[in-house]
């Protein structure tokens, strides 16, 4: 549940520690990130293994506001339900963490399936499956629908940064 926080350099740890705090400051600050160069934008939490990038607000907020803790009441839960042996799927699996975290726990005798349909987040999934060797998971970048044949297009506004602040912009129907 607790991962720590492993700087790239003195300079992003530096400024990470001098932030000061206040309501809505964790969209000012991943702002701010990404401004700024490659080296002080990627941060590494040690457990788990998963790289959090500084300008998305929410992969901001678990590493300045939660010390590195990410979804501590889910995580528990899966903790505490999945077992050796299961099927796990993690639908929106974005970065993989939670990816992560179901593969360690149903093993080699288990399976997960993570689901992202965003493009770019996907490739940020397959990375952390490869920096973690988890070979018991199986990727796929596709939206869900209870609707066959929909496809959806997305589109953020422009003061979002976070991939939740999408939202559907046409919609096709194929026969």
């Known amino acids: 549940m607790r991962g720590l926080i492993k700087y790239t350099n003195k300079l992003q740890e530096f400024l990470l520690k001098m932030m000061p705090y206040f309501k809505g400051s964790w969209l000012i600050y991943s702002n701010l990130f990404r401004l700024l160069p490659t080296s002080l934008r990627y941060i590494k939490l040690e457990d ?4 959090l990038d500084l300008s998305d607000p929410p ?3 678990i590493v300045k506001m939660r ?3 990410v979804e501590p009441a889910l995580t528990k ?5 999945l077992r050796e042996g299961d ?3 993690d639908v929106g699996a974005n970065w993989g963490y939670f990816t992560r975290l179901g593969s360690k726990i149903v093993g080699d005798t288990g399976l997960v399936i993570a689901i992202e349909p965003i493009r770019a987040t996907f490739l940020k999934l397959l ?8 070979f018991n998971v199986i990727c796929f970048n596709v939206a869900l629908s209870d609707v066959a044949g929909k ?3 997305f589109e953020k506004p422009w003061y979002q940064q976070s991939t939740s602040a999408f939202s559907t912009k046409k919609r096709k129907w194929e026969d």
């Open 87 to 89: 099927i796990f799927i």
């Open 77 to 81: 839960f899966i903790k505490q339900t």
């Open 48 to 51: 788990p293994d998963i790289i």
């Open 127 to 134: 990375n952390t499956i490869d920096r973690n060797k988890l």
């Open 67 to 69: 010390n590195g803790i």
């Open 151 to 153: 496809l959806v297009d």
């Open 59 to 61: 992969q901001f907020s």
